[in-house]
Nanobody
Framework: QVQLAESGGGLVQPGGSLRLSCAASGFSLDWYTIGWFRQAPGQEREGVSSIRNFPHDTKDYADFVQGRFTISRDNAKNTVFLQMSELKPEDTAVYYC????????????????????WGQGTQVTVSS
């Protein structure tokens, strides 16, 4: 069964760091694009970052990341990570990882509509 499972969320103070994990089962994620998205209450889901193999380990980041987040992949663990630093209250959201298993992404790698398989999400709360 194909699944994505996020973990690593929690409560952190402004300026703090968290590392989110996206563990894949039922498929090898090194062949697929993995995207991180987030959704705050009352807001639309927005793209945060993505990583793909072609060209090798190409990474995309949303402008609001501004060098604070880093996406990486550990193929041996079949897991993608999102290292988040300098967190701000406006980063508070449920964070999801996603992939596209059928067909290829033809538009933006940060467009949620391009992805067909999603994890259940992990809550990140940035507050003092």
């Amino acid at each position: 069964q194909v699944q994505l499972a996020e973990s690593g969320g929690g409560l952190v103070q402004p300026g703090g760091s968290l590392r989110l994990s996206c563990a894949a089962s039922g498929f090898s994620l090194d062949w697929y694009t993995i995207g991180w998205f987030r959704q705050a209450p009352g807001q639309e889901r927005e793209g945060v970052s993505s990583i793909r193999n072609f060209p090798h380990d190409t990474k995309d980041y949303a402008d609001f990341v501004q060098g604070r987040f880093t996406i990486s992949r550990d193929n041996a663990k079949n897991t993608v990570f999102l290292q988040m630093s300098e967190l701000k209250p406006e980063d508070t959201a449920v964070y999801y990882c996603a992939t596209r298993l059928a067909g290829m992404i033809s538009g933006s790698y940060l467009d949620a509509g391009e992805y067909d398989t999603w994890g259940q999400g992990t809550q990140v709360t940035v507050s003092s």
